[in-house]
């Protein structure tokens, strides 16, 4: 069984920095790309951000230049940091990865449970 656990959402002003965390943990064999995702109230999930495990990264254009991806391949985790946060930005922040839990497989998504992040004064 595979578990993506995220932490470091919570309520910024404007302007403000976070920081988000995902880890995967359970049984895993590889681990391929790595995602954020977002969903705000009345929209649909978009993609934020993406890593692969060679380090080539990519973020949504409604968020370059503010947010950065970064992994560390070694402890199955991702990272998002956050800076010059926005009202707009206010959404519930979904970690997902492209896991193989043994060899020889294929790969899955799995999907963290979310942690919320609210940007208001």
């Known amino acids: 069984q595979v578990q993506l656990v995220e932490s470091g959402g919570g309520l910024v002003q404007p302007g403000g920095s976070l920081r988000l965390s995902c880890v995967a943990s359970?049984?895993?064999?590889?681990?391929?790309?790595m995602a954020w995702y977002r969903q705000a109230p009345g929209k649909e999930r978009e993609l934020v951000a993406t890593?692969?495990?060679?380090?080539?990264?990519d973020v949504a254009d409604s968020v370059k230049g503010r947010f950065t991806i970064s992994r560390d391949n070694a402890q199955n985790t991702v990272y998002l940091q956050m800076n010059s946060l926005k009202p707009e930005d206010t959404a519930v922040y979904y970690c997902n990865a492209q896991i193989m839990q043994y060899s020889p497989s294929y790969y899955d998504s799995y999907w963290g449970q979310g942690t919320q992040v609210t940007v208001s004064s």
């Open positions: 890593a692969s495990t060679r380090g080539i990264t």
């Open positions: 359970g049984s895993i064999f590889s681990v391929n790309n």
